[in-house]
Each structure stands twice: as structure tokens, then as C-alpha cells.
């Protein structure tokens, strides 16, 4: 358990040391709340689905912990780069606690970024509701983090993954720009889930966000659209988000035991 506390311990202290980084990571969620939650505002009022900004926050969150607990999986290429990985892969340890330790601070500096872009999402006037609209709901930001932490834990587990058999920075930087953005566009973010064509149904479904995305609209406004020929809830959401995690830290402890020094 040492081990996985230093290198949890490591991801963290790195992540507050850059005051910029913090900052900077919100710049783009915060565009994407304002610029289309005020924007696209009176369209989505006026075809009778209600206040936007409510909408799209949750959305919006997901995205912020998406993009930042995928991209952890790029500090792993810059410690092959300089050779903190090669000290650790030698390290009288085994590599499945440095992977976990690894995955584990990248998906909590993720969730730290989630809350700071949920404070942002208040600020701008969200509010989370009662399933049934009638007044504030509070007590539903705790459970907000925990889905939070859910998706930052499974997709730090897949940047990982991906972080342990891709060797060159470019290579990398490619296809996440080929994986992010179908993974978010296909979540339900911006747009909802129902009323689309078979097809596109079948193809959000196999989209790991999605999930993270109700689950957090779902314990934020009472909002539990995605669905196909079943409703989802709590339970449902959470349950497929602890499955994909394991999938993905099991698969990242693999491709990185398999790592030659």
C-alpha cells in the first residue's frame, strides 16, 4: 500500500504545484457552459424543455473530468521521456501497486477539477432540483461526487491503458483527439439521448460517458433520460461505471506489467 500512496501522493502534488494548469483546464468547460448554455438558452425554452443552463451543466461537469482524468495516461510518456519510469519499473515493488497508485491520482486530480467546474456551474446559476422540480435539492451533491469520482476513475483507468502501449507523445495526442471527442459528443452532454434513431441509440449505449453523464443529471435535476427500452436510475448507472473500471484497471495493470524496462 506504500507503494500506490507515493505515487497517488506524487500525481497530486503535481497537480498543485501548477496553479496555471488548474485554471487553465476550466477555460474550455466554462466556454461551453456560458457560450452554449446562454446561447442555445432561448431555443431550448422555447421548444418547451426548459431552462438550458440546467441541462447542460451535469454535461458540461462530465466533460471537465473526462478530458482531464483521459490525459493523465500523458504523464506516463513524459516520465518514459525523462526516466522517472524506468526508476520505478525497477523498483523492488510490484507494478500492478505503481499502476493503481498512478490511475488512482489522476482520477482524483479529475474529480478535484469536477467539483471546482460544479462550483463554476453554480456560480453561473445552476441549481440542482427535486426529481419533481419543486424546489432545491441540496443533499444531491454529495451523490454528484460520487459519479464524479466514477468517471474519473474509469476513464483515468483507460488513459492508462492507453498511456502503457503508446511510447511516442504524438501518437498519443492523436488518438485521444480521435477518442475524446466522439466519447463526448455521444454522451448526451449538449443534446438528449431520447427520440434518436435506432442506430444512434445503440452506438451512445456503448459509450462509457453516457452513463457517467445521467448519473450525474439524474442526482443533479431529477433527469433520467437515458434509456432505451428500460429506464435507468441510480443503481443502474453506478453499477455499469464500477464494472467498466474494473475492466479498465485490469487492463491497464496488464499492458503495464508487460512494459520492458
Not at 18 to 31: D, E, M, N, Y
Not at 48 to 76: D, R
Not at 219 to 245: E, K, P, R, T
Amino acid at each position: 500500500m506504500g507503494a500506490i500512496y507515493i505515487m497517488w501522493l506524487r500525481e497530486l502534488k503535481r497537480y498543485f504545484r501548477s496553479k496555471a494548469q488548474i485554471i487553465v483546464s476550466l477555460g474550455q468547460p466554462t466556454l461551453y457552459l456560458l457560450a452554449l448554455g446562454f446561447g442555445f438558452g432561448p431555443v431550448f425554452a422555447k421548444a418547451g424543455a426548459g431552462n438550458y443552463i440546467q441541462f447542460i451543466a451535469p454535461g458540461v461537469i462530465g466533460m471537465t473530468v473526462l478530458f482531464s482524468s483521459i490525459f493523465s495516461g500523458m504523464a506516463m510518456l513524459w516520465d518514459r521521456q525523462f526516466g522517472f519510469l524506468k526508476e520505478t519499473l525497477v523498483a523492488p515493488v510490484p507494478r500492478i501497486q505503481i499502476i493503481f497508485g498512478r490511475t488512482l491520482g489522476g482520477a482524483t486530480v479529475a474529480s478535484l477539477q469536477g467539483l471546482l467546474m460544479l462550483i463554476v456551474c453554480l456560480i453561473a446559476g445552476f441549481r440542482p432540483l427535486h426529481q419533481n422540480g419543486a424546489g432545491h435539492n441540496w443533499l444531491a451533491l454529495p451523490a454528484a461526487g460520487i459519479f464524479i469520482g466514477m468517471i474519473a476513475l474509469v476513464f483515468a483507468a483507460l488513459g492508462s491503458s492507453i498511456g502503457s502501449t503508446i511510447k511516442d507523445m504524438q501518437g498519443f495526442q492523436m488518438l485521444m483527439n480521435f477518442l475524446v471527442m466522439p466519447l463526448f459528443f455521444l454522451s448526451g452532454a449538449l443534446f438528449p439521448l431520447k427520440n434518436l434513431g435506432r442506430v444512434l441509440t445503440w452506438i451512445t449505449h456503448l459509450d462509457p460517458l453516457a452513463y457517467g453523464i445521467d448519473g450525474l443529471r439524474g442526482v443533479l435535476i431529477g433527469n433520467w433520460q437515458f434509456s432505451f427500452n428500460w429506464q435507468f436510475n441510480f443503481m443502474l448507472d453506478l453499477c455499469i461505471l464500477a464494472a467498466l473500471a474494473a475492466i479498465f484497471l485490469g487492463t491497464s495493470a496488464w499492458l503495464f506489467s508487460r512494459i520492458e524496462v
